[in-house]
């Protein structure tokens, strides 16, 4: 069989040409497109269950919230582990899975559990589901802060960190080399002069934790989660902004006022009132009561914004204001008793339970961006990092974001490495060839299969969803040596039957001319020369492969983290390896004859 398929390869030469393009583009295709990661992901296919149960203890969230949906856990299909954790007012159930399991198929039938859970749980504590991530799906981190920036150049300007004193208004204006590292500063640590224009006072940027977190959560999270490939932004740090009810008990006491009235007095003085609609002159106008606090009409907005006064801080005052004028009941004579007589109403944080530090220099406000089970993280980050410049014009001035970590270097160190490393194997194979054959011609021929097989092997971990990381391009690196050989023998063994040709041609013309042979001797075609040669070995050297090739199928029953790191290295070599068997019996003996 192996001989037929060289046979007809080496007949229908243009096909298996145009084949081997088509296969080429399809590698080189797959370079730009296949998910890229430093390292492979060895963690296990588990769901996370967060429940809140507010002010609770450790004990009473473990008897109530954790022990009920462990022991429903466990009887989901597929689930080989459960373990629950509970904390001060936090419950955390983890359901690791089989190997093999689809996690959104995990996450399906747990949901189902969930909803058989719901009315059993205490009353205000709804279970949900945590991202669909994996432990190594943290992949960027920036903080939000905020310094010294010039009134007359807000949105900054940017700069090669190679040439810090060169600075450009736009990426356009710098040169195209460096483009790409360009860096965009807004704010500086210090005081001073403006460094772009020589003359503007440097001002500072007065903004609390609470007022930067509010930048995160309202205005950079939501952007940043909409972009494909990224399951959550978890926010980390600062305060969370809360309007605070601090009621005094004594005047409770004298107004005879329960807490109770005080709390649905708040509810229901926040909420919009419908009335249908009014029917005038053929046209139809909707009857709207606002109720909403916080609401700042339409001339204060504008005064704010001529002052130049941030739109959270007017909102922010007016929410006080309005808490204070909420009635929480009349007097028998009429007399209003509001909300500011009874309780001190302050704006406030949100009780927390951790903070977040950059450099040991104080608190920031920082995000953490989640990538999604089973994307590319490369992409993603540089999604993210694109996004973040664009969303840098919405930004108040004197406030700008700040990348703390970024996994895109290590991908890239990573991959540069490997890449380094298989271009030196390719030359030293090829340098090899040449004094092995001592024909410059062949050697191409046979070095031109280690190129092919690797994009080979790319396009084949594209199509099956493994990314490239530093374990499955070893795979790859670790096979180059063996890939050529098929090529090198093939390629030795054709040029031994020209040479024995070349010698059959020589004896027998001097034969003819010694007048011992009745005709001149007659050539055969190149072709058939080549197509005998490679038959006479090919089938040989393509189980050879095939053998080393199946060497690495014990890796393929390894399971759990050893699985999962070794897995990806012999999936490559065993690819590489298949591909190079492939292209020996197919591409080497059309070259030959071309």
Sequence with gaps: MIARIIEFCARNRLLVLM???????GGIWAIYNIRLDAIPDLSDVQVIV????????PQVVEDQVTYPLATAMLRVPYAKVVRGYSMFGYSFVYIIFEDGTDIYWARSRVLEYLNYMAGRLPAGVTPQLGPDATGVGWVYEYSVRNGYYCPEHPAGRYRDPAAPDVWYARPEEAPEPVRDRLERVRIFEDGGICPWDGKTE???????????????????RYELTALEGVAEIAPIGGFVRQYQVVVDPD???????????VKEAIQQSNQDVGGSVLEMSESEYMVRGRGYLAQPAAAEIRAAEQEGILLGRVRARKGVEDLKKVVIRADPDGTPVYLQDIARVQLGPELRRGIAEADGEGEVVGGIVVMRFGENAFKVI???????????????????VFTEYDRSGLIERAVATLTDTLIEEMLVVGIVCILFLLHARSELVAIFVLPTGVLCALLIMHFLGINANIMSLGGIAISIGVMVDSSIVMVENSHKHLDREEDRIKAETAAYLAGQRPAPPTHRPRAEIIIA????VGPTLFFSLLIITVSFLPVFVLGE???????????????SMAAASFLAITIIPVLMIS
């Design 19 to 25: 084949l081997t393009g088509f296969l080429v583009a």
């Design 50 to 57: 967060f429940a809140e149960y507010a002010g609770q203890a």
């Design 202 to 220: 440097l001002e500072l940027a007065e903004f609390d934790l609470s007022e930067l977190r509010s930048i995160q959560d309202w205005y950079l």
């Design 251 to 261: 005047r409770l006491l004298a107004y005879s006022i329960p807490l109770g009235a």
């Design 382 to 400: 540089r999604d993210v990092k694109r996004k973040i410049d664009e969303l840098r014009a919405g930004l108040p001035a004197g406030v700008d």
């Design 533 to 536: 040669a490679a038959k006479e």
């Design 561 to 575: 983290e050893s699985g999962r790191l070794f897995k990806p290295l012999a999936y490559t070599k065993t690819f």
